[in-house]
């Protein structure tokens, strides 16, 4: 175009020296015309400014076209101004008439499209406004962890993109409905209205729904808030309603359609983005139990003996792998003198932390009693008063507390339900299971009448095996039990090495056979081999 | 998930609870509805049949201990029947049949409550 402006601007200039080159002149003053309206059409920018700016947009383009118009009007009339310039250059001439046209037409479309757009102003602002708030929303999703922060920027654009006057956000757990975030309302005026709505629990709000009330009026102590139209829209994650959000206004227009659906939309971003920071906030809760437990697991490892006794005639190894970061399970030593050796292992009903704290309770009890009773029986007996005072009805605990001589290798204990006594003697295993009842199952006179001691007087290259039901009741992944049987036979296969060495032949054969399986019970193996000639 | 099913039928005066699949932890809590229904309805003399329990954990025994003492209250019990012989071992090494009436019929269980008046 600025080409054709300097076309007709040089042909003009041409004349004056040969008035024949008039028609070139005229051409290139229409083709300009023609460009100059081309040019004009591209007012789609318009579209995007804000009612504010199309107004102002407006009153300038009025002004602008005008002045050019009137402009341009002098110079087609024989005033002074055109025969001036005229006479100074015809091209300039006509270079400035130009310029006149050409804002006279780009101005004068400018301020009727703008005209035309204004009514529709409003709606594309809105729109404009839901997108970048939409827009908004989703980057808090990446960026806010923070619930309540989330919930306090949800409230606030809410306001914002459906043109409320107020907004707040309650969230729902099972039927606990609790405001959690409030926009331009007070907490006790919006907790009001939530409880009139939702209260009475006849309507579970499942879709957005638009509530037109002559006047809800909340409490009026702060100038009172009433509102015309309220908007309800459930927050939904896997259908579950985890909560609702709130658009109010006091003007007398309803919410409309438009409306409704974006309020909605925005519910729904809001729930995903709320269930998002739940699940964060959960996680880094997690993360804070799990080390809780790990100080529990390093505590849990102190209360068990961090090496075996050792003496010339008695070998011991002793092994607990718990089901989780702690566990139930339970085994100690304790020298009663030079040649006795107090040993307990026990087993508290139940895993995890529940059977921690409880077996920590126990090693209190056995670590005070082996001091005062030298009678596993007795020491059973008293343990189980003890116990049962503090156990749940549902809680149990099953032990052997067994006292060996380690100068004639007599063993003397007793069994309170736990899993029987493995005795390797020779090329013979045997179960040893003399009768007794878990520790707080019964109180004394029940329980102490069950209960046999019994006395074994140990051979040379005896091995005395005790273990918790870990072991025999450990699954494959068909849920078969590991069993006794085999358990005898890795012993028995074994017999000739090390303690340890069976211990690890245990522990091994074990994993194998419950791969693909965790490991659902605490694990304890505590070995006796009584060498007769040391 | 390990199954577990519990379902409860009167016979006569006795309720008979029928036990079936793994009773662990994570199921125990049903077993313990259906007791707590007993409480309610002030039935006291339960038979457990235990025909089709595969496995019993302790959390399961626990259930057991937690009602027992009520039931004997009141002048009832907790009798168990039909127990297969690796759920018995569980129970028999903890030294239940000291504290508990085992049956290998829930018709003798019944029974019993019956000849108790």
């Not at chain 1, 709606?123 to 919930?151: G, P, W, Y």
């Not at chain 1, 006395?455 to 072991?471: A, F, P, R, T, V």
């Not at chain 2, 504290?99 to 008046?117: I, P, R």
């Amino acid at each position: 175009m600025l080409i054709f402006f300097a076309l007709s601007f040089f042909s003009n200039i041409l004349i004056l020296f040969d008035s024949s080159f008039d028609y070139p002149k005229d051409a290139f003053y229409v083709v300009t015309i023609v460009l100059i309206c081309l040019n004009s059409t591209r007012v789609s920018w318009i579209a995007f400014l804000t009612k504010k700016q199309k107004y102002y947009l407006l009153i300038i383009s009025v002004i602008l076209s005008t002045l050019f118009g009137i402009n341009f009007a002098t110079f087609i009339d024989n005033s002074i101004m055109r025969q001036i310039i005229y006479t100074f250059s015809p091209g300039l001439h006509t270079l400035m008439s130009l310029v006149m046209i050409y804002g006279t037409i780009n101005f004068g479309i400018i301020f009727f499209t703008t005209l035309f757009h204004l009514p529709t102003a409003e709606a594309f602002d809105r729109k404009a406004e839901e997108v970048s708030s939409l827009m908004d929303l989703t980057n808090l999703i990446t960026q806010v962890f923070d619930f309540k922060e989330l919930a306090e920027t949800i409230t606030t654009i809410t306001t914002r993109v459906c043109n409320s006057d107020s907004a707040w956000l309650v969230l729902k757990s099972d039927a606990n409905i609790e405001l959690s975030s409030v926009h331009n309302i007070g907490y006790v005026d919006a907790d009001k209205i939530t409880n009139n709505l939702l209260g009475s629990g006849e309507n579970n709000y499942d879709s957005i729904e638009i509530i037109q009330i002559d006047s809800i009026s909340s409490n009026t102590n702060e100038g009172g808030q009433l509102f015309k139209s309220i908007a309800i829209a459930p927050l939904k994650v896997h259908k579950k309603i985890n909560g609702y959000l709130f658009a109010a206004r006091h003007r007398e227009n309803n919410f409309d359609q438009d409306e409704k659906k974006t309020v909605q939309a925005f519910a729904d971003y809001a729930a995903v983005a709320l269930e998002n920071a739940k699940l964060i906030e959960e996680s880094i809760e997690k993360e804070r139990l799990e080390k809780e437990l790990d100080v529990a697991r390093d505590i849990q490892k102190k209360i068990l003996p961090s090496t075996v006794p050792t003496s010339n005639r008695l070998e011991i190894s002793a092994l607990f792998v718990p089901a989780f970061e702690v566990g139930g399970d339970y085994y100690d030593f304790f020298e009663l003198s030079d040649d006795l050796l107090g040993f307990v292992v026990a087993d508290v009903s139940g895993k995890g932390i529940s059977s921690a704290f409880i077996m920590a309770e126990v090693k209190g009890i056995f670590e005070s009693l082996s001091k005062i009773i030298t009678n596993p029986k007795e020491l059973l007996i008293k343990a189980n008063d003890t116990l049962k005072r503090s156990l749940d009805k549902r809680n149990f605990v099953t032990a052997i507390y067994g006292i060996i001589n380690k100068k004639n290798g007599i063993l003397n204990f007793a069994r309170a339900g736990h899993t029987p006594i493995l005795l390797c003697s020779g090329e013979r295993i045997e179960s040893i299971q003399p009768p007794g009842i878990g520790l707080g199952l019964d109180y004394n006179p029940g329980f102490a009448s069950s209960l046999k001691e019994m006395e074994i007087q140990l051979k040379n290259n005896d091995i005395i095996i005790c273990y918790s039901d870990g072991i025999p009741e450990a699954k494959n992944h068909k849920e078969e039990d590991f069993g006794y049987d085999r358990l005898d036979n890795i012993v028995l296969n074994n017999r000739e090495k090390s303690l340890d060495l069976i211990s690890n032949a245990v522990m091994k054969e074990l994993s194998l056979f419950s791969k693909n399986h965790s490991q659902h019970d605490d694990i304890t193996l505590v070995l006796f081999k009584w060498n007769q000639n040391n | 998930m390990a199954e577990f099913n519990v379902n409860l039928r009167d016979v006569g005066s006795v309720s008979v609870i029928d036990v079936k699949g793994y009773l662990d932890a994570h199921t125990a809590p049903e077993l313990e509805n259906i007791f707590n229904k007993l409480l309610v309805e002030r039935q006291f003399k339960v038979v457990v049949n235990f025909d089709e329990l595969k496995y019993i954990s302790s959390a399961g025994l626990g259930v057991f201990m937690a009602y027992v003492e009520t039931m004997r209250e009141n002048k009832g019990d907790i009798k168990f029947s039909n127990m297969k012989e690796n759920v018995y071992n569980i129970f028999d090494l903890l030294g239940f049949p000291i504290l508990y009436e085992f049956y290998k019929e829930e018709k003798e269980a019944v029974h019993k409550f019956g000849d108790q008046g």
